[in-house]
């Protein structure tokens, strides 16, 4: 099991550009997440979702677009880059009860500048 | 509003020795606890959990206590290893939110040799 995976590890973007942060699992996960940690942050949740084809708002979705269309697969889209969404973005899957260990991705690191 | 949080951005040790990590929160709503350990350039780890019908849970070096009527749980290591050099984020989890997870800032350890 390669777990989460998720690409690119890195990316600079220019201010106004967009870009699709890569995410998959291969648990067969119900639930995935989006989460963003900004130096000294904690991590914050972004969007998340509960299966295929439902998705939801988490505590600083503005700026991002989801979907969910397989099971495996959790795309995380940013349509006009700020320079505030300069952070580190991480993908996370459980199965979902509330005792279950969220496994996460490596991380993409975003620059906007 | 930062409903979890670590007030020790840093904690150093000598191996050995035992390490106490700190975690306040603020929401009587949370009803489990987590600690996740993140290495750089990599996702978070599951380390250890508890319950809020527990005061104390053990995994081998790892001890997580409760005290609820604080709102305060604390993470200990003992004996603390150089391995254990990482940050450790505390999260919590509310029971009417699902699985979603609210963090801490996290605690960097360091175990010095």
């Known amino acids: 099991n390669a777990g989460v995976t998720q690409t690119p590890k890195f990316r600079i973007l220019k201010i106004g550009q967009s870009m699709t942060l890569q995410c998959a699992q291969d648990?067969?996960?119900?639930?995935m997440y989006w989460y963003r940690q900004d130096p000294g942050m904690g991590l914050k949740l972004i969007y998340y979702?509960?299966?295929?084809?439902?998705?939801d708002k988490g505590e600083v979705p503005n700026g991002y677009n989801v979907s969910r269309s397989t099971t495996e697969d959790f795309p995380l889209r940013l349509e006009l880059a700020a320079p505030s969404q300069t952070s580190v973005y991480f993908c996370?899957?459980?199965?979902?009860?509330?005792?279950?260990?969220?496994?996460f991705g490596p991380g993409t690191r975003l620059t906007v500048l | 509003d930062q409903q979890v949080k670590q007030n020790s951005p840093s904690l150093s040790v000598q191996e050995g020795r035992i390490s106490i990590l700190n975690c306040d929160y603020t929401?009587?709503?949370?009803?489990?606890f987590l600690w996740y350990k993140k290495y750089p350039a990599e996702g978070p780890t599951f380390l250890i959990s508890?319950?809020?019908?527990?005061d104390k849970n053990e995994d081998g070096r790892f001890t997580v206590f409760l005290n609820k009527s604080a709102k305060h749980l604390s993470l200990h290591i003992v004996p603390s290893q150089p391995g254990d050099s990482a940050v450790y984020f505390c999260?919590?989890?509310?029971?009417?939110?699902?699985?979603?997870?609210?963090f801490g800032e996290g605690t960097q350890l360091t175990v010095n040799p």
């Open positions: 996370a899957s459980s199965l979902g009860r509330i005792e279950d260990t969220q496994y």
């Open positions: 648990m067969n996960h119900n639930y």
């Open positions: 979702s509960v299966g295929a084809g439902i998705t």
């Open positions: 929401n009587s709503m949370f009803d489990y």
């Open positions: 508890i319950s809020s019908i527990k």
């Open positions: 999260a919590a989890r509310e029971e009417t939110s699902g699985s979603r997870l609210t």
